[in-house]
Structure formats: structure tokens, C-alpha cells
């Protein structure tokens, strides 16, 4: 039901129930918030949304407190103005000076909202903050003097991530953000997933930054600099560049990398692609020998990480293929090393990835060769713009280049992937192929496109009924239970800790509406379509490495698998 109230002397309409600050931004109307977040309950943490209403000697929090009729608001009187400024200088009173060597210098909601609030002096003066500098994490350093205790992190690790690594501690000054018994992050049941650095306002959170080793490879000699980039790569770096995507940026960006300094560069969606025919063919020969049992696809290092924390019973279930970073890494060292190596003593391996994840992934044991790492260091979206704005390259005018052979290709599958039901749809295509079944009606598709949190499938495949369930964002593994304890039983779960998949991953870029997730899983669907490869079992580029280098079906498919153990935190 709507209902009129008054705003800064203006009448505007608002729906019964809505808080005040929904009723103000839907009429266009904005006033600065800190602790909020868009879709949860709001806390009325922070004070910095309040308003002056008329018969109120108070003023009110406007993203907690409800609209009534005809109530009379100011959102910018002289108390409003002043009193958030108060907020903000508080804020700044014990918070460190170190703007310009901050991580989010120039994308900082406190440094905004001080410019916004026109504080130009220092009027409070407080004890700097001191407090430890985290960087235990192989993927995410906390700075904790930068924190100034809205709770966003610890909602989101617990209501979204459901990982509840993070929470408040102590009382007063010593009140602070931290792990269960305050111990390090590489300690605790934190999953690297980097969901609280894209909704942290300030640089008290972000990703472990791996850029110098980087560098210091890159001036090396008799090093073989290679990089290898996750098929959502180019799309995502061109968002941060604020460039339209196509298709014909993935050739533009190998050319960049090669003007960095990079000797081979290859599309890691050639890695994912293996990872899907090897699932596919795993699946179908078992399904034909009538053996069923649930496999968990383990594309996502969190959600590995999570099974190993808190599913120490599926661990058995979960699938032994090495996530396609870590394959592209064993094939780069372990089976094409001597022909790329030019004479060098050395490869340095660099993977590419919207996902802050995947720099532990690499360090886990198991994941070395002769003791040396398959993948030497991972880079997200973020820290590879950085790269390419040091080096000066000019991304709109480099021509586009091929990747190097022999993963130079990718089919749209892999692509696919990098949106939550995508390794769904990846397998049912190459399980398609395998059983001679022709393409797949895109209607079977839509079902696992348009819906979030749980889905399921259930498919004739050839002469064989296969069945498949996604659970994106790990709160959906509830409703997974609840359906296998109903009596469903499932060939393939696939499991994304990111709601909405790797278009949402900790590596990307900041973003304040759910929109630009649409508008990434939008961009990754349509390029798909144009694509003429959509069958990761099809790519040209698989089954010529299958014939140059064989299929890896004899005891050398070893280096394709790694294997998940038990593992104690404290949760
Ligand atoms: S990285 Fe993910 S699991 Fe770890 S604290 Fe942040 S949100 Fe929680
Ligand atoms: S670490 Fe960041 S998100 Fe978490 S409470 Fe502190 S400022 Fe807020
Ligand atoms: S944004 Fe309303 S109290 Fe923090």
C-alpha cells in the first residue's frame, strides 16, 4: 500500500513497511550510509544514514527505521549535516594517515565520505589505532587498524559465505574484528573466498597482493615467464578499464601480456576444458557400468577448503581432478616444461583469476613438482590492471594475438563455467557428445540460468538418466541435504561458495549493485552463443594435445589429481 510522506519539503510516495531510506533512494533522493548492506536486516550500526524527523527529538536511522504517513523529514538539515561529520571525524580521529599507500586510496568509502562531508580539517584528534597487521593468509591480509567496525565482513562470512570465521572481540578501545580466539587468519576456517574484501568500505580488508614476485621474475634472466588467465579474465579486466567487452578482447589481451614481458601466454579455459572432458568421460563410463555414486565437482577452492573443514565424510566423494589452475600448472611443468623453456633453467608460472582462492589453492601440498610449484604465483583481476596501468600498455590499441599453443583454446564450455551451473551444462554437453546425442536444446538450459541458491536437473542422456544438482552459495547445501534425505540421489553436485559463481569472485572488481553481477553472468551468456566450439570434449585444441602429447588415461593422468584430507580449525 502507498503512502505519502514529506521529504525536504517535497511530497514523495512510499510503500507501507519500507524504511525510510528505501522510500528516499527509490525517489532519488541519497544520503550517505556506511554499515548497510543491500538485502540485509539493517543493524543501525554506524549512525551516518540518520535524519531529522518533525515531532522526533532524536534523529532516527533512516535504513532501520520505518515510514509513516505524512511523516515530515530533512535528510540535510544543519543537526543531520553535522552530525554525521561528527561520525566521520571520530572515524579519521584514530584512523591511520596512510591514504596514499592504502589499498583502496581513490575507491575508500571513508575517504569519500569525507570529501563528500567537506572535512578538510582536523578537529578531533585520537590515539592512532595499533593494531596487528594479518598477513598469515596465502589470500587475504587484514589491516586491522583500518577497521572501523561496521560488521559488514562478519555478516557477510556468516550469513552469505555461512564460513562464520569472523566476529567481534573485546569491548571499548580494545574492540576489534577477529577469528575465533583472535588467532591468524591461516589459522582459522576462513575459505579465502574474499567476499568480506568486496564489501569492506576501507582498506582494512583486501587480497594478498603477489605482483612483486611477479616483477622481480620478469627481470630475471633465464627465466621463462608464463601466464596463464581463467576464461572470465578478459571480460572482467576490461570492466575495470571501463571498456565494452567482446570476444575479440581475449586476442587483445594476450597481446598485452606479451607487452608486459610475458614469453608464453595461454587461455587456462583450455585447462577447464580438459577438467570437464575428463569428469564427462569419468561419469559416463561408470554410469555404463552401472556403478552411481555422487561426485562433488571441485572447481572451487573454497568450497574444497569447506568440505575438508566441516564434510570430512564427503571427502571420499569429492572429485580428484585438481581445479584447471593447478592442471594448467602440471601440464606448463610436467608435460610441455623442455619444449617452452627456450634453453632456461627456469619457468616462472603466473595464473590469472577473478578468484582470491586460488592463491591457496596453489600452495597446497601436493600441488608441487620436484618440490617446486606448478603454479608460482596467482594474480587476481584487480592486481593484473594494476600491472598492465604500470607497464603503460595502452590496452585499446594493441591487435589482437593468439594465445600460445597448446593451450591456445577454449570452447565456450569452459567459459560457461565461470557462472554458477555453468560446470553443469559443461558436462551434460560432453556428455552429449560422448553418448552421440547431438547438441542440447538450450530450453534444458534455462531452468539452471534463471534461478540462484539450489537447482536440479534430471536428464535422459542417450540410453542413460543422469542427474545433476548446483548448489550456489553454500547456504543452498541445506536444501541439498533436504533433497538427498528425501530420497534423491545425484550424479553430479557442483558447489560455487560465491553466490552467482566466479563472476562474483574476491578478485574482481568493487561493485555496489547486484546488476553488475547480471551484467557479467549477461556478458559471459552471450559471448558464449557467438562461439562456434561449445563442447569442452570438441575443442580443437584438446584433442590435439591428446594426440601430440596422448590423453593422460595411463598412469601419467597422475599429475591431473591431487587428493583432500581432513582438516582441524577452529570454527
Ligand atoms: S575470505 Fe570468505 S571465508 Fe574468509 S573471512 Fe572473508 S568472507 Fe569469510
Ligand atoms: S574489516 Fe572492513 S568490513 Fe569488517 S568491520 Fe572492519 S571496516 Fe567493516
Ligand atoms: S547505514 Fe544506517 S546505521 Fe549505518
Known sequence: MQITIE????????????????????NGILIPTLCRMRDFTPTGAC???VVEVEGRDRLVTACSQPVEEWMRIMTHSQRVIRSRKTIVELLLSNHPDDCLYCNRNLNCELQRLAEELNINERRIRGKKIQMRLDQSSHSVVRELSKCILCGRCIRVCDEIVTATTLGFLNRGKTAHVGTAMDRDFNFSSCLNCGQCILVCPTGA??????????????NRDNVTNVICYSPAVPCAVAEIMGLKYSKEFDLVLNAVLRQIGFDKVYNCGFATDLYIDKAARSLYSSVKEGRRETTYLSACPAWLKYAEQKLPGEIGSLSTLKIPQQIAGAIVKGVVAEDISGGNS??????????TGMKFESRRDGMTRKGVSDIDAVIT???????????????TSPSGEPADAPMNIRSSSALLTEVSGGYTEAIVRSLMHLSGSGEPEKKIFRKLRNNHGFRDLSLAIGDEQYSFAIVDGLHSLERLNAEISGGKSYDIVEVMVCPSGCVHGGGLAFFSSKEVLRTRARQIYATEESEAVNTASRSPALLSFYEEYGDFSDERGEILHTKYNARDVLL
Open 7 to 26: 521529504v525536504n519539503n517535497r511530497k514523495i510516495k512510499a510503500e507501507k513497511g519500507e524504511t525510510i531510506l528505501s522510500a528516499l533512494n527509490r
Open 47 to 49: 549512525r551516518m544514514c
Open 205 to 218: 580488508l583486501h587480497e594478498k597482493h603477489n605482483t612483486t614476485e611477479v616483477m622481480e621474475s620478469l
Open 346 to 355: 627456469e619457468i616462472f608460472t603466473v595464473s590469472v583469476t577473478p578468484c
Open 381 to 395: 583481476v584487480t592486481e593484473l590492471s594494476r600491472l598492465i596501468r604500470l607497464f603503460g600498455v595502452d590496452i
